[in-house]
């Protein structure tokens, strides 16, 4: 067990819908990333928070969108959702603000746009 | 761009064997490399990594060694378990900013008993 908590753990929507995935990170990890994990595009990384704020960005859509709250939880918002959004989503956390910095990843979220 | 290549899979291997999953990348300068494992149904662990040429990461008895000359950062394991049946992915990370972690296909790993 990572200590990093992922809800739901499978989500069913049509196309067209907004969905929103949560991540709660490791007790005392201030930074959170959100990874994409499909068959046809592998695993990409999407964004990067820490403590709040934006500290890198990926290959993230513009469809989508992401916070951190003040305690520290996050969530990915996904929107007018496509076919080709049906992945697998990660979170994952560290300590400080390097990506280098070994990172936790939760057991994600799967992702299934009918 | 920056890339990473990855032998292609599966491997299927008997216990006890030797394991080398090669990789390889290109990228601008000296990016950090690392070796994650994802075992079914779960999520990404972080097996092992090198910040620069010549390092040589090591954990649970895998190691890659950091090779700038042949830009390479091969996987290996002199005896594999079947517990180590699992997707190894090689990443790179470059620059200061998350944009440029970049992950390779991932590799499959069987080993029979």
């Known amino acids: 067990d990572s200590g990093v908590t992922q809800t739901p753990k499978h989500l069913i929507t049509a196309t067209g819908q907004r969905v929103t995935l949560r991540c709660s990170p490791r007790s005392g990890d201030l930074s959170v990333y959100w990874y994409q994990q499909s068959l046809d595009q592998g695993l990409q990384f999407l964004i990067q928070y820490y403590n709040g704020e934006e500290r890198a960005k990926g290959n993230i859509l513009e469809r989508f969108s992401a916070q951190q709250f003040p305690d520290l939880h996050s969530e990915l918002n996904l929107s007018s959702l496509e076919l080709g959004d049906s992945a697998l989503y990660f979170c994952?956390?560290?300590?400080?603000?390097?990506?280098?910095?070994?990172?936790?990843f939760g057991p994600g979220t799967r992702l299934t746009v009918l | 761009g920056n890339s990473v290549t990855q032998m292609e899979g599966p491997v299927t291997l008997s216990e006890e064997a030797f394991l080398t999953i090669n990789c390889t990348y290109t990228a601008t300068g000296y990016p950090s490399l690392f070796w994650y494992v994802q075992y079914p149904g779960e999520g990404l662990q972080l097996l092992l990594k090198?910040?620069?040429?010549?390092d040589k990461g090591s954990n649970k008895g895998f190691e890659a060694t950091y090779r700038k000359e042949t830009t390479s950062f091969h996987l290996e394991k002199g005896s594999v378990q079947v517990s180590d049946s699992a997707v190894y992915f090689c990443?790179?990370?470059?620059?200061?900013?998350?944009?440029?972690?970049?992950f390779g296909p991932g590799t499959r790993l069987s080993v029979l008993p």
């Open positions: 090198a910040t620069k040429a010549d």
């Open positions: 990443a790179l990370f470059y620059g200061n900013y998350g944009q440029n972690f970049v």
């Open positions: 994952a956390s560290s300590a400080g603000t390097s990506p280098t910095d070994t990172q936790y």
